[in-house]
């Protein structure tokens, strides 16, 4: 019915940059809440960014001043540039959106399958 699919990971050296996107397809009737989640190898996945369909940002603290969430409504995309990276950034990238599917009445949580992102030293 929906699907994410999250695109731009890669490999970079220390202090590069990359661009994740994120599209959300299928029968998508509205997108409320979206983010980009983490994890590394041996961790839990956690919170890397996340965005309101109002624009309101909000990040995790070892990310503040690197990256920078946004995303096009109309697109249903959602995007993650990152900036100046660090070998510690190297993790399995995963969206995630709030989102009602058409033709029903509430919400749900849905996630992507996963970008690998691996920063070199």
């Known amino acids: 019915q929906v699907q994410l699919v999250e695109s731009g990971g890669g490999s970079v050296q220390a202090g590069g940059s990359l661009r994740l996107s994120c599209v959300a397809s299928?029968?998508?009737?509205?997108?409320?809440?979206m983010g980009w989640y983490r994890q590394a190898p041996g961790k839990q996945r956690e919170l890397v960014a996340s965005i309101t369909s109002g624009g309101s940002t909000n990040y995790a603290d070892s990310v503040k001043g690197r990256f920078t969430i946004s995303r096009d409504n109309a697109k249903s995309t959602l995007y993650l540039r990152m900036d100046s990276l660090k070998a510690e950034d190297t993790a399995v990238y995963y969206c995630?959106?709030?989102?009602?599917?058409?033709?029903?009445?509430?919400?749900?949580?849905?996630w992507g399958q996963g970008t690998q992102v691996t920063v070199s030293s």
């Open positions: 299928g029968r998508v009737f509205r997108v409320n809440a």
């Open positions: 995630n959106a709030d989102l009602i599917v058409t033709g029903t009445a509430w919400g749900d949580t849905y």
